[in-house]
Structures are given as C-alpha cells and as structure tokens.
C-alpha cells in the first residue's frame, strides 16, 4: 500500500507565494521521479514540474522563473515552492511519484488527493 499525501495550497493573492508538499508513505522500494500537475474544471491534468530521483528538474513554460520544484530523497518527499502567482495559476494540484514497490516489480505512478491553490486578483 502506497499513499502520497498532500499538504499546503489555499488562498493567496496575485503577486504572492504559496508552497504545497507531499509525503509518500507505505511499501516502498524506490521512488523514481516525483513532481506536480493541476488540474482546473474541464481541462486535462498538465504537468507544472517534475524531478528526478537525480534532481533533474523540468517545468511547464507557464511556471519557469515563478515555480520551484524540490525533494527530500530521506523523508520521501517533494516540495513546489510557488512564487509571483497570477489567477490563472488557480487550479487543484496533485502530486504524482513513480514507484517501484518491490525489488523485482515494475515502477508505476501513483496520484495524491489533490490540494487547492487559489489565487485572487
């Protein structure tokens, strides 16, 4: 059993800051890579940014210079410090890790809850 659970997001105004981080827990052999996606009512899921077990980072267009996206190989955990936030970063954001649960399984992704990041203007 593996659980990713969420914490922080909520309400800021445009220009502000927000972090948001997500702890996995359960059966782990390995976490490979690990980031953050939003989703906002009617669109598709996107990717806002990922990190490799490495710390390779990559991000969406949208969000480079504003987002940064870090982990904590030791506590199993990924942070998304999000700065200079603008309205249309509004959205639910989940966090996605790649996980292999045993020595000799097959890697394969697993979803938090989903936390709300709202931005006023």
């Known amino acids: 059993q593996v659980q990713l659970v969420e914490s922080g997001g909520g309400l800021v105004q445009a220009g502000g800051s927000l972090s948001v981080s997500c702890v996995v827990s359960?059966?782990?052999?390995?976490?490979?890579?690990m980031g953050w996606y939003r989703q906002t009512p009617g669109k598709q899921r996107e990717l806002v940014a990922a990190i490799t077990n490495g710390g390779s980072t990559n991000y969406a267009d949208s969000v480079k210079g504003r987002f940064t996206i870090s982990r904590d190989n030791a506590k199993n955990t990924v942070y998304l410090q999000m700065n200079s936030l603008k309205p249309e970063d509004t959205a639910v954001y989940y966090c996605n890790a790649n996980i292999r649960t045993w020595v000799g399984g097959l890697a394969r992704d697993y979803w938090g809850q989903g936390t709300q990041v709202t931005v006023s203007s």
């Open positions: 359960g059966n782990i052999f390995r976490i490979n890579n």
